[in-house]
């Protein structure tokens, strides 16, 4: 009877300790990084807001590219802490390219961080990590920062052979399971940052969760549930070879998008995430009209746009456990809703083109 | 397919707006006030510095209790974030008295808060909130805020009627689920002090939070997982009714220490929480010795204590779904590992007196 008050592992029994030293592992592979990964109990956003407070201090210089909700949201994040946040902002949809890093860094040489959102899930766009990072380690000291959190488990990420310096994820994107968590990789340049800032801190205290780690502990009362479905997510991974995860994550990407474009339909971005497929409703047909016969035409629940994209665009998440039929049934279900909002295009064109892709 | 790249339930959906709304309406019923019940994903730790960036400003004066090791946690988190700090420390398994607050706030007139560790976990030592609250209402303008974290669920607790502002409990004491959610009750005054803080704050802005819960809402992605137990473990309270929680757990703290006191150990603290007991180890007993015996012996696990404790107390929690059976359980246990660790005391002496205070 005793085991039903307590959770089924106290998180300080070495039961706990053996996973968490396994997830601990297993997320180094994840990020591709040899430097540790900290593990938070809090969403992606609390995962954010931790790089800020523990790597800087009032008054620095960040830069932040703002190409989306989730851009913005970092850019004001980072005012709220004192930090002079230095915005590159582009039209939602379109990637920045390295020009435009490269200029603001020649405008704010004494940058201390560049933040990057890696797919920007409310505009389904992707940021050519590996090229940003290398401008940036070559034209400044700033630390790269990468907002990875719907892209971590989805999108070809090497932090240490990139150079990416801090990489944040949430538990509920690539790693498939419910929400709660947020995962820190932290370089070296990164740890002696936390050693010199000088921001108030303390649940958020990513000196704290170093030191603890060493022990394979967290600084306060873990989320222990969440813990073990990491660990058990990180350990498929694993097997399947993170690789191999990527490269399934842009096939399916890739199908899809071939489906939607022989339906006559539009892409919104220009650089497009294997994470996630923003497309542009078709002129005359409303959110509320297309969203209502997807959901009781195939019983399927899709995003639309958010701010002023909001019933301009729909958006399809593909990150995690998706599998070639998935996207089959997604452009099916399209069709459908199409179908009933009396859109014109060649029936099963999208399932043709979807499987066509697939099978060459 | 779909379904499983997917929480169960999508935090933006209808489905579960349906669960915050029942999980507010029983929170307000856990906490017995009308005023709103916030929900954050983080540790209790995180919910408590929640309250002091959301309620105060860098400058401001708090009172804060320390008789163990959470009331000291508070006191330096108050300081990080420039909070002027008062402490009234009282050692450790002793309760402060209503006299020892009252001659703080006549030293310290402007205090904004009062902190009060209602259950002291490393100590196992309860206040007396209702007349503490009753203190600090009648000689200042403080706002009462209540550490509730391992007592909301266990020990009697009515914030409107006694005038408690803030209470803030985690996921996995009283409320028996996992731990990664911490609940905070604040009342109209503290709704208030929200508006005038200027301290920097995101993700923990209890602001953002009450303007969010308007439409059953959180401003983050919150652990969806754990708030689909809050509201199975909230309707089982609901059913036993609160005034039913409260004396089961009294009854069986009590039942316990007559257990304990039958073997010849003694309390360690003149204040005895019900949720949770703490016990002088026998002297020439060691801690390692006893915990080894405890565990071999019986499969049971305790806690020992902490700071300058540590090896000199053990603790038992019984918060949660405990029942009579449960404490003669344990009280047998101890009798098993004192015997093999040769202490002198009545054979089945604390069983004897642990099931007659139930049956009588």
Not at 304 to 313: A, L, R, S, V
Request: charged residues 20%.
């Amino acid at each position: 009877m005793l085991h039903m008050a307590e959770p089924l592992i106290h998180h300080r029994s070495p039961e706990f300790r053996a996973v968490m030293e396994r997830v601990n592992a297993n997320l180094g592979y994840l990020f591709q990084t040899a430097s540790p990964v900290l593990t938070l109990t809090c969403s992606g956003t609390g995962g954010v807001e931790a790089t800020f407070v523990s790597l800087f201090s009032p008054g620095d210089t960040v830069i932040a590219l703002n190409g989306g909700k989730f851009g913005e949201r970092w850019l004001h994040m980072a005012r709220v802490f004192g930090l002079d946040a230095v915005e590159i902002r582009t039209p939602w949809g379109k990637a920045v390219d390295a020009g435009g890093v490269e200029e603001a860094l020649r405008a704010h040489p004494g940058a201390r961080g560049v933040y990057l959102t890696h797919s920007e899930t409310s505009t389904g766009t992707a940021l050519d990590i590996r090229e940003l990072a290398r401008v940036i380690r070559e034209n400044s000291d700033a630390l790269v920062c990468v907002d990875g959190i719907s892209s971590v488990g989805a999108l070809e990420l090497r932090c240490d052979e990139w150079g990416v310096d801090v990489c944040v994820t949430g538990s509920q994107k690539g790693l498939m399971i419910p929400p709660g968590l947020a995962f820190i990789a932290l370089g070296e340049r990164a740890a002696r940052a936390v050693g010199r800032s000088e921001t108030p801190k303390f649940y958020f205290d990513l000196g704290r969760a170093l030191r603890s780690r060493e022990s394979a502990d967290t600084p306060w009362t873990p989320a222990v549930s969440l813990l073990l479905g990491a660990d058990a997510s990180l350990a498929m991974i694993r097997e399947e070879g993170i690789e191999n995860v990527w490269s399934r994550h842009e096939r399916l990407a890739k199908g899809l998008r071939a489906g939607i474009k022989a339906l006559g339909l539009t892409l919104f971005s220009d650089s497009p995430s294997n994470a996630v497929t923003a497309v542009h409703l078709p002129a005359g047909i409303g959110w509320k009209e297309f969203n209502g016969a997807l959901k009781s035409g195939s019983g399927l629940t899709l995003a639309g746009g958010q701010g002023e994209y909001e019933g301009k665009i729909f958006r399809i998440a593909h990150l995690g456990y998706f599998d070639e039929l998935d996207m089959i049934i997604v452009v099916a279900a399209l069709e459908r809703a199409l179908a009933a909002c009396g859109f014109g295009f060649g029936r099963g064109e999208g399932v043709r083109a979807a499987q066509k892709f697939f099978l060459e």
